[in-house]
T-cell receptor
Framework: RKEVEQDPGPFNVPEGATVAFNCTYSNSASQSFFWYRQDCRKEPKLLMSVYSSGNEDGRFTAQLNRASQYISLLIRDSKLSDSATYLCVVTTASGTYKYIFGTGTRLKVLA | GAGVSQTPSNKVTEKGKYVELRCDPISGHTALYWYRQSLGQGPEFLIYFQGTGAADDSGLPNDRFFAVRPEGSVSTLKIQRTERGDSAVYLC?????????????FGDGTRLSIL
């Protein structure tokens, strides 16, 4: 079983739709959580950190559920420019802060 | 400001050759990471430097892979006797001093192709 699991998609949604991605992680001692966005043939870019209380940044909302060991990302009012791969990231508790990535979820927003 | 810089952008070489990949982190970032990303997968951790020392090299796949960071800034990932399975995008990331909530900033990567 992978340490961080995501549905690879693709999720094809119309412009203006609301879409949600989940990600599960296996290490209960995981410390920090992030969502990164990766465009085709580009580097991952930080979308948002995920805090225990949940957090929002414009159209994006992230939630963490430590009891069930999953994090989620909600995108409201999808734009064509939101089309990308969304990577779930977890850091270990070992102190090196290395990232453990999911495989990524592909989103295509259609006109 | 300048982000993480990686060179070369692309490298094509023959099986069995030696390659060096360079990473220049964001100024002031003490932590430096190397990851490898294969098609359709998320990046996988290779090695982590805190300053000049390799604090965690548990992700290096075998002894053909080695990395250095002699002055605590620029890092070089070295691959000996390359194999076709080494073909991937090699990503470098850096982060400022602090706790695990400091996000990592990635370079554009080096796309390595072994023929």
């Amino acid at each position: 079983r992978k340490e961080v699991e995501q549905d690879p998609g693709p999720f094809n949604v119309p412009e203006g739709a609301t879409v949600a991605f989940n990600c599960t992680y296996s290490n209960s001692a995981s410390q920090s959580f992030f969502w990164y966005r990766q465009d085709c043939r580009k580097e991952p870019k930080l979308l948002m950190s995920v805090y225990s209380s949940g957090n929002e940044d414009g159209r994006f909302t992230a939630q963490l559920n430590r009891a069930s060991q999953y994090i989620s990302l909600l995108i409201r009012d999808s734009k064509l420019s939101d089309s990308a791969t969304y990577l779930c990231v977890v850091t270990t508790a070992s102190g090196t802060y290395k990232y453990i990535f999911g495989t990524g979820t592909r989103l295509k927003v259609l006109a | 400001g300048a982000g993480v810089s990686q060179t070369p952008s692309n490298k094509v070489t023959e099986k069995g050759k030696y390659v060096e990949l360079r990473c220049d982190p964001i100024s002031g970032h003490t932590a430096l990471y190397w990851y490898r990303q294969s098609l359709g997968q998320g990046p996988e951790f290779l090695i982590y430097f805190q300053g000049t020392g390799a604090a965690d090299d548990s992700g290096l796949p075998n002894d053909r892979f080695f990395a250095v960071r002699p002055e605590g800034s620029v890092s070089t990932l070295k691959i000996q006797r390359t194999e076709r399975g080494d073909s991937a995008v090699y990503l470098c990331a850096s982060s400022p001093p602090g706790d695990s909530n400091q996000p990592q900033h990635f370079g554009d990567g080096t796309r390595l192709s072994i023929l």
